[in-house]
Every structure is written in structure tokens, then in C-alpha cells.
């Protein structure tokens, strides 16, 4: 004899969807392009414009970097100067560059791998 107990939280799961009506439109809140380090030049301060392309042929888009952009590296979140230190460095990275699609605006740039602590002074 099969047991009706599994059953009732699926059908009130479902009884409680249907009754919510139709779902929310989804909406994009963030595009983003994956490049690399050496495929674009960081302007000296942490506003201005970065120029970027989704692949080799495709057209560049020019996204605008604001005071409230964030700068990470791996996880770990870093001052421009930083982010800007390792980026321009001869080493290449992946880049990955989060923006608001409407505004153009970049919300944050993530340098892949992890941050190297700086040196203790003593």
C-alpha cells in the first residue's frame, strides 16, 4: 500500500503556485563580457571609459566606469590602484567585466584567481 503522506506537500506546493497567478516577467539586471587583461587598457583613475569586445570580431562597446564600480580580485575586493597594478602587469588574466546593459555603466571588473596579500612591514 502506497503512502499518501509524500504526495501532500507536492500537491500543496503546487496548489499554492497556481493560485499566485501569472509569474513576474524576468529582467536582466547585469550583462557582462569575458576578456582578459591585455585586451584592454584601464584608464589612471576609476572613472572615465573602457572599451571592450564579447570576441574577436565582434564590435567593441564602451562601458563607463563610475565612483561606485567595484574592483575584485578572485574574491576578495581591492582599491583601484591594486586591481589596476595587477591588471596592467605583463602577466594575462581573465577579465570579467559586469555592467548595467541600460546605462552602459560597469558595476564590477573581477580579475580571475586570488589576491596575493601584500608583504608584512616589520
Not at 28 to 41: F, G, K, M, W
Not at 54 to 72: D, E, F
Not at 88 to 117: C, M, P, Q, W
Request: aromatic share 4%.
Amino acid at each position: 500500500m502506497l503512502s499518501r503522506q509524500p504526495i501532500l506537500p507536492f500537491l500543496g506546493l503546487a496548489l499554492m503556485l497556481a493560485a499566485t497567478g501569472t509569474p513576474a516577467a524576468m529582467q536582466i539586471v547585469e550583462q557582462a563580457v569575458e576578456t582578459s587583461t591585455l585586451s584592454v587598457s584601464l584608464p589612471d583613475r576609476n572613472v572615465g571609459s573602457l572599451a571592450v569586445a564579447a570576441c574577436a570580431g565582434c564590435k567593441p562597446l564602451l562601458l563607463r566606469l563610475t565612483p561606485g564600480t567595484r574592483y575584485l580580485i578572485g574574491k576578495a575586493e581591492v582599491p583601484y590602484a591594486e586591481f589596476v597594478a595587477l591588471a596592467r602587469g605583463s602577466t594575462n588574466h581573465g577579465l570579467g567585466v559586469f555592467y548595467d546593459g541600460k546605462e552602459r555603466r560597469i558595476t564590477r571588473l573581477i580579475i580571475s584567481g586570488t589576491r596575493v596579500a601584500p608583504p608584512r612591514r616589520r
